[in-house]
């Protein structure tokens, strides 16, 4: 059998980077193929080329045989292409049934919602999808709003499905549903490309081609891959997977309590109660988990913890120390460092050289300033220093933090809070998004940190990760604490159930 | 869709690409190309209207940078809008749309001139101080009221300011033109206030030349505006707010503070260009002599490309088009509508330019 879709020797580069190396890949009719690899591997700009967003400068797409040539997504669109963004591309103001209509053009000027409607709905049965069509998009849960973005390419005929990473924002409820559905389609002869660096959702596929530094190592049939085998082949090297919990902060010492969060309540602008009668305690040598599907009161959680929101209730104390309602100012000068979970928007200033963000926050400090000055050689003395210190990858500190990846801009964060901050760490979300050598790192150095004494306080969607760090769990839900775990006694089945609410329901 | 296979393969095409880093020579050459297409978009222009398109040009230049005398009128002329410029510098780049400098002119103009009626028994000096330093306040005061109501009740700065200048400008007609301050001389009632006395007009830099001191307050507030912005942490707040306002707050800095200081700034800054224009140059206060140099302002900020160095350059060119336009009208017959027109089109032509100059043209072979 002739493969469906099938592109050889794709070449793209981007300034600095050759993005894609003579990327030779297929897709038969009813499989799902898994892309696997790193950050920054070249998975989502091979997908990007094959749905007619990028142009390669070297190779062939070929379609059904025939070589095709994508100038627009239109063009990938008329072949049969659909795409699911990892970041939804969906109207919040539309209803559900306007959203996949939107752009379709299927009937020249006038939009026939009637027949639409009446397709839609025969598409959600064929698939067991409960969806109302007439729901706004902004009132779906992320899980509902990802089938609006599969109902949307399946409107288009669409034969062949990229999915972009599809489950990072779901719940291991709505990942599981997800791969039903992504069965059915193949059953009904669509064609998967499925892009993930989980491991968990490549070995559900039928083949996967594993990609390192934009090239292709190897096209296998999962029935004969391990694992073990394509960990090695993404990373290039064998991996001691992740750090584990040292004991030697579990040693019986008495220790004191850093932060008290007692009865904390807050309200968003919106009027939606996102925090309510939060109650925990960080020890100093102690990193306290944090679990919760993500738009659980997590992000509120860390923002009050900081001082970026003032609790509109209940009390928190650093050190002994009431510190309610103090500004973030007051918070860092007392030894608070956040690494927020959207860090080229909440931990860094873009354009902004990389020793200029080292400063970030202390730009006021003397340690960076001579007079009423700035001092160029004090912040450029400090960048270097930060930079090897952290093994930031860059050719100077005067480079603009967008140009970047993700684990050096991380790195940029971790440099300035850790060296900036003394008793309390908040870390939301610090290796979402990087590769496994920089997750390493990243989570080494949190323990580090714990094992010189810092209180921490770590989010992550990586369950194993949480239990396999933290000494204790707390699992949120609705904005509010539904259990705290000892790391230690307890599963990733456990901490889901409790994030999903399944057993306090 | 088309079939690839009537496409050579191995065929070289030209693309462009974004730069990593910017080059100087190649930013050069865009700003070139950009005055010469604005020059030629004029001269069509010109050409249209009928004249001798050369001539038009020569008279033009000649009239803006040809001689002592015109060098000065041109600077003089440059003065207010350099300063608008520079305010307008200062607000941009903390990503603060201040559309107010027009009105901080006009404020700026007043409180000077009240000054000028109140302390007229003080020393020299003192007296020039004074006026000075409230023009700049008053200035100040209109951007800080702005600034609060959009800190205090998330006001679109755009929208107030705007509104702003009306105000101003209505209040100003009053106080001119009926009110307080309007002269009286005879039966006849101009709009305007009677003659500033000579003790509170600002001293000519050249003897009887007509280029007074605030030129050189324009080129210190250049300094400054520089110094500030690129060398202290105010700067560093100003610039970081203008790139990501979340981050900077989220890190400690009350951006809200930050932007009052901003407008208080660039309030105080566009207020000095009413009191150089009304206590340098027209020695009376009149709606039609402000008339203007905020919005110019606007114009010569963006041309500068947002840098304070930029500002005083695009700032003596524009001044330098207004003088020379009287000499074109007169010796080439071409309508003087024609420099507004021509700041408007190199405006357009430089912020093409300012992004071009982020990009390169490179050649690649298709098949490699």
């Given amino acids: 059998m002739s493969p469906l879709l099938k592109c050889v020797e794709l070449t793209k580069r981007f300034p600095g980077v050759v993005a894609n190396d003579r990327v030779t890949f297929d897709l038969m009719l009813g499989e799902v193929h898994c892309l696997f690899g790193e950050n920054g591997a ?22 059904d045989g025939s070589p095709v040539k994508f100038n627009s997504p239109r063009d990938a669109i008329a072949v049969g292409i659909g795409m699911v963004h990892q970041h939804f591309v969906l109207v919040a103001d539309f209803t559900v049934l306007e959203n996949i209509v939107v752009g379709t053009h299927a009937k020249g000027w006038k939009l026939d919602l009637k027949s639409a409607r009446a397709r839609v709905d025969a598409l959600c049965q064929q698939y067991d999808i409960n969806l109302d069509l007439d729901a706004y998009v902004r009132d779906l849960a992320v899980g509902q709003q990802q089938w609006v973005e599969i109902l949307k390419a399946l409107y288009l005929d669409a034969r062949i499905l990229i999915l972009d990473e599809p489950t990072a924002v779901l719940t291991p409820d709505e990942s599981e549903r997800l791969f039903h559905i992504i069965d059915q389609m193949c059953q009904r002869h669509i064609s998967i490309i499925l892009i993930s660096h989980k491991m968990s959702e490549v070995m559900q596929a039928d083949r996967v081609t594993v990609l390192r530094k934009g090239a292709v190592v190897g096209t296998v049939e999962i029935a004969d891959a391990t694992p073990d085998m394509l960990t090695k082949m993404m990373v290039g090297r064998d991996v001691a997977l992740r750090v584990s919990r040292t004991n030697t902060a579990d ?6 309590p850093v932060l008290e969060v007692r009865n904390v309540s807050y309200v968003a602008a919106s009027g939606k109660s996102a925090l309510t009668d939060i109650t925990l305690t960080i020890h100093s040598g102690e990193i306290l988990g944090l679990a919760g599907v993500s738009g659980n009161g997590q992000k509120e959680l860390f923002e009050v913890l900081s001082g970026i929101l003032v609790p509109d209730a209940g009390e928190i104390t650093l050190d002994g120390a009431t510190v309610t309602g103090m ?9 608070v460092g956040l690494i927020p979970d959207d860090r080229f928007r909440e931990g860094l200033i873009p354009e902004f050289s990389v020793q200029e963000n080292m400063i970030l926050g202390w730009q006021r400090d003397d340690a960076y300033t001579s007079g009423p000055f700035l001092s160029a050689a004090k912040i450029k003395e400090n960048g270097g220093a930060m930079i090897d210190a952290f093994q930031i990858k860059v050719p100077s500190g005067a480079t603009p933090v967008n140009h970047l990846s993700g684990g050096n801009a991380q790195k940029v964060i971790l440099a300035r809070e850790f060296s900036q901050s003394s008793t309390l760490l908040l870390a939301n979300q610090p290796t979402r998004g990087l590769d496994l050598g ?5 989570y080494s150095q949190i323990i580090a940190k714990r094992d010189q004494g810092y209180a921490v306080l770590l989010a992550s969607e990586e369950l194993e990760d949480l239990l396999n760090i933290s000494d204790r769990i707390v699992v949120m839900s609705d904005g509010k604490i539904v259990g705290i775990v000892n790391a230690q006694d307890s599963s990733v089945p456990e901490i889901g159930q409790l994030m999903t609410g399944a057993q306090a329901a | 869709m088309s079939s690839i296979d009537d496409m050579p393969t191995g065929q070289r095409r030209i693309k462009v690409e974004r730069r990593l880093n910017p080059n100087a020579s190649w930013t050069l050459a865009m700003y070139l190309i950009a005055t010469l297409f604005g020059l030629g978009l004029t001269a069509l222009l010109i050409w249209t209207s009928g004249a001798d398109v050369l001539k038009a040009f020569i008279t033009l230049f000649d009239g803006a940078f040809g001689s002592q005398k015109a060098w000065i009128a041109s600077l003089a002329k440059a003065t207010p809008l350099i300063l608008t410029g520079l305010a307008t510098i200062v607000a941009f780049r903390a990503q603060v749309w201040s559309i107010g400098q027009e009105g901080q002119v006009y404020s700026g103009a007043m409180g000077a001139y009240l000054a000028c009626l109140v302390f007229a028994d003080l020393p020299v000096g003192i007296y020039l101080s004074l006026i000075i330093l409230s023009g700049m306040i008053a200035g100040a005061g209109l951007g800080i009221i702005a600034a609060i109501l959009k800190t205090r009740f ?47 007009q600002l001293p000519y830099l050249f003897g009887t030349a007509k ?10 507030a250049a300094v400054f505006c520089y110094v500030v912005l690129e060398k202290t942490p105010l700067g560093y707040e100003i610039r970081a707010m203008g790139f990501n306002p979340v981050a900077l707050a989220h890190r400690g800095t009350n ?21 150089s224009e009304i206590f340098g140059t027209s020695h009376r206060v009149r709606v039609d002599t402000l008339y203007g140099f905020g919005f110019t302002g606007i114009i010569i900020g963006m041309i500068g490309g947002l840098r304070p160095l930029g500002a005083v350059i695009a700032g003596i060119l ?51």
């Fill in chain 1, 42 to 63: 070249g998975k989502s700009t091979l997908s990007s080329c094959l749905f007619g967003y990028y142009q390669p400068e070297g190779g062939h797409i070929e379609c």
């Fill in chain 2, 318 to 368: 524009f001044g330098g088009l207004e003088t020379g336009a009287l000499y074109m009208k007169l010796l080439a017959k071409v309508p003087a509508a024609i420099v507004p027109a021509m700041e408007g089109i190199l405006l357009l032509t430089f912020l093409i330019a300012g992004v071009a100059a982020r990009y390169k043209i490179v050649r690649v072979n298709t098949n490699d």
């Fill in chain 2, 255 to 275: 951006i809200g503070r930050t932007m009052i200081i901003v407008m208080a700034i660039s309030g105080a800054i566009a207020g000095l260009a009413g009191v």
């Fill in chain 1, 251 to 256: 040693q019986g010492d008495v220790k004191k």
């Fill in chain 2, 211 to 220: 280029l007074h001191i605030a030129f050189v307050f324009a080129l210190i």
């Fill in chain 1, 438 to 442: 920089v997750i390493e790192y990243v």
């Fill in chain 2, 154 to 200: 998330g006001v679109n700065e755009i929208i107030s300011t705007v509104m702003m200048n009306y105000l101003i400008v209505f209040l100003l007609s009053y106080l001119i033109g009926g009110g307080p301050w309007t002269e009286v001389s005879s039966s006849v009632v101009y709009q305007q206030s009677a003659q500033i006395p000579d003790a509170a």
């Fill in chain 1, 327 to 335: 500004q973030s100012r007051d918070y860092m000068q007392r030894g």
